[in-house]
């Protein structure tokens, strides 16, 4: 019988930090015993937080974290909430250099029928698609 299970943000990080051998060989562990029809599913908190913790805590460049966030949606057995809005943030980020959260934020909203997101910050008004500024 297969089985979803959510998964938080510091599982997700240690398939790419490996600052904790005994989280790692916990995780490595885990994902081993899982069934071929297991699901983890990885909502949109922790797609932020580890975009945050990677960039911020870690000094990942932002390149390697957009690879890491598109391998997450690429991986077999991982269900990563809005699968749409994540990879077209991944794509906006790539082409116009804005930032994730901002461009998470605007295409999770126009996928939900929004014609525009208000915002009170400049620079994402004036760069990431579909945001506009409150004046």
Known sequence: ??????????????????????????????????????????????????????????????????DFIQALLERRGFEVAAYEAVGNAVHLCRMLNVDFADALLSETNRIDGCSRTMTFDRKAAARVPGMELLT
């Not at 938080?8 to 081993?32: E, H, K, M, S, Y």
Request: charge should be negative; charged fraction near 30%.
């Open 1 to 66: 019988m297969s089985e979803r299970l959510g998964i938080d943000t510091n599982i997700l990080l240690r398939l790419v930090v490996p600052d904790d051998a005994d989280q790692a060989g916990a995780v490595d562990r885990f994902l081993n015993r899982l069934g071929p029809d297991d699901v983890l599913v990885v909502n949109l908190s922790a797609i932020l937080e580890a975009n945050w913790v990677l960039r911020r805590k870690y000094g990942y460049p932002r390149e390697r974290v957009l």
